[in-house]
C-alpha cells in the first residue's frame, strides 16, 4: 500500500518564513553555519526543474533545483525532489499522488521564473508560459522540456522545512537534443559545448557575445563585418535571447559582452547607451490607418494589435498606453520579431515597434509600411551591457570600441534605422 504523508495543516494557514530567517518550528540553528551553508550550496551547480502535479487537488507547479536520481535498480526507477512545505504545490503533489519532473532547456528560463512567481505577466496563471502534454500519470509536461519524468508518489517525510518525496518514474520523455538550464551561483547558465578549436580561439579571440533578440540580426552582422574587415579573424560565440536571458549569461559568465537594451539588466550589470530608438507603428500596407501621415495612441486603442511580447518588450509597448489612460486590444502575442511582421502583413492587427529594418516585406512577400507616433515617446536606447567588476578580455575590449565607432558615426553607419 502507498505510504503518503499528509500535510498537518491546512494549505492557506501555512506561512512563509522571511528568506534567510531560521524557520521558528526548527530547533536552535547555528546561524553562522547556516549561512555558510547557503552561501556554499549556491556555488554547487544544479539543473533547473520544474515539478508539477494534476488531480483532485488540482493542477500546480513549482521550480525546483533539489532534485536527484535514488535508483534504477527498483521494480520501478526512483528518483526524490524537495519541496518546501510552505509551497502552494506541496500539498496537491501529496494529495494527487503523482507529479511530474520537467528538466528545462537552457533556452527556457523564463518557464523556471513563472513556476518560481517573478515573472509579472504569469503570475496569476503560471502554466501560460508553455505549453503542455500530459503521459502516463496526467501530471503536465512542458511539451518541449529536455527530459520529463512522469512519476507515481511512493513516500514522502517533513525533514526541516520540506518535504522529501520520492517517486517511482513510469514514464520518461526525452528530446533528441538540446542542453540543460543549469543554475548555480544564483544565476542561470549552460553548460559550454565541446566546439571546433579554431586558430582564433588557440590565438584567445574568442569573442562571447550576448545580443537580444529582436535587433540582434539587424545590428551583429554589420559590427561583425566591420570589426574584421582589416583581416582580424575572431571565433564568435554568439548568444541571442531576450533581456533576461543576456542578464543571466553575464552574471553566470557565459558571455563577456552585451548588445542589449538598458534597462532592467539589474544591479550587476553595467550598461552605456549606444543609440536611441524611438517607439513607431507598424502596419499593413493595406491598413486603413496607413492613410494618415502620423498616428495617435488613441487612435490605436481599439486596433487589434499584434504585441511583441519579448522581456522587457512586451510591457513596456502596453504601459506606453496605459499611462495615457488607454488599454490596447491586444489580439494575438509573440515573442518572434518576424512573427509580428508577418502577422502585421497579412492585415491581423497593427504593432509598435522600436527596432527597425530596411526591408518593407515580410517572409511571404507581403508589404509593410511605418507610421510615426505623434504622442510623445520615451527613447529606448541600445546599450554595451558587461558584467560590473569584471574584466574584459581584449576581443572585448576591441570590439565595444568598434561599436562606439560605429553608433556615434565616426565610423561606418550600420544597416540598422535608428532614426
Known amino acids: ?17 522571511p528568506e534567510r530567517t531560521p524557520p521558528e518550528h526548527l530547533p ?24 508539477t502535479t494534476d488531480g483532485p487537488a488540482g493542477r500546480f507547479g513549482l521550480t525546483v533545483s ?23 504545490a506541496a500539498a496537491p503533489i501529496l494529495q494527487n499522488g503523482v507529479f511530474c519532473v520537467n528538466v528545462l532547456r537552457d533556452d ?68 533528441a537534443r538540446g542542453s540543460p538550464l543549469i543554475y548555480a551561483n544564483r544565476g542561470y547558465g549552460t553548460l559550454s559545448q565541446p566546439h571546433y578549436r579554431s586558430a582564433a580561439a588557440a590565438r584567445g579571440e574568442v569573442l562571447r557575445l550576448g545580443a537580444f533578440h529582436t535587433f540582434a540580426p ?14 582580424r579573424s575572431i571565433d564568435l560565440q554568439l548568444l541571442e535571447g531576450d533581456q533576461k536571458r543576456i542578464s543571466d549569461a553575464l552574471k553566470f559568465g557565459t558571455i563577456d559582452l552585451a548588445l542589449a537594451y538598458e534597462w532592467d539588466l539589474g544591479p550587476e550589470i553595467t550598461n552605456e547607451k549606444l543609440v ?18 502620423t498616428l495617435t495612441l488613441a487612435q490605436l486603442a481599439h486596433e487589434p494589435m499584434i504585441l511583441l511580447d519579448a522581456v522587457p518588450s512586451g510591457d513596456f509597448f502596453v504601459r506606453l498606453f496605459t499611462e495615457r489612460g488607454l488599454t ?14 508577418g502577422m502585421v502583413g497579412r492585415g491581423l492587427g497593427y504593432s509598435i515597434l522600436v527596432t527597425r529594418t530596411t526591408s518593407n516585406v515580410t517572409y511571404d ?45 565616426s565610423g561606418p553607419a550600420t544597416d540598422v534605422a535608428t532614426e
Not at 496569476?124 to 500530459?134: E, I, R, V
Not at 559590427?223 to 583581416?231: Q, V
Not at 536611441?276 to 491598413?287: E, K
Request: with cysteine.
Open 1 to 17: 500500500m502507498t505510504a503518503v504523508a499528509r500535510p498537518k495543516h491546512r494549505r492557506d494557514a501555512l506561512r512563509r518564513a
Open 28 to 51: 536552535s540553528i547555528d546561524a553562522e553555519l547556516r549561512r555558510q551553508f547557503i552561501e556554499g550550496m549556491s556555488l554547487a551547480a544544479c539543473t533547473v526543474n520544474v515539478v
Open 66 to 88: 533539489a532534485m536527484s536520481t535514488v535508483s534504477a535498480d527498483a521494480e520501478k526507477p526512483m528518483l526524490l525532489i524537495c519541496v518546501n512545505r510552505d509551497s502552494a
Open 108 to 175: 527556457q528560463s523564463y518557464i523556471s521564473e513563472s513556476f518560481a512567481g517573478r515573472n509579472a505577466t504569469t503570475r496569476t496563471n503560471k502554466f501560460a508560459c508553455a505549453q503542455w502534454m500530459t503521459q502516463t500519470t496526467g501530471a503536465p509536461r512542458v511539451a518541449d522540456s529536455l527530459v520529463a519524468f512522469d512519476c507515481r508518489l511512493v513516500s514522502s517525510q517533513v525533514v526541516g522545512t520540506h518535504y522529501v518525496c520520492i517517486g517511482a518514474v513510469l514514464d520518461v520523455h526525452i528530446q
Open 218 to 231: 539587424c545590428v551583429v552582422p554589420g559590427i561583425i563585418e566591420r570589426f574584421t574587415a582589416d583581416g
Open 276 to 293: 536611441g530608438l524611438q517607439p513607431y507603428v507598424l502596419l499593413s500596407a493595406a491598413h486603413p490607418l496607413a492613410a494618415h501621415a
Open 328 to 341: 490596447p486590444v491586444v489580439r494575438f502575442r509573440t515573442g518572434s520579431f518576424e512573427m509580428v511582421r
Open 365 to 409: 512577400g507581403r508589404t509593410l509600411t511605418t507610421r510615426p507616433l505623434a504622442d510623445e515617446m520615451p527613447t529606448r536606447y541600445i546599450a554595451l551591457a558587461s558584467r560590473r567588476g569584471g574584466t574584459l578580455p581584449r576581443v572585448a575590449v576591441d570590439f565595444a570600441d568598434a561599436c562606439r565607432r560605429i553608433f556615434s558615426g
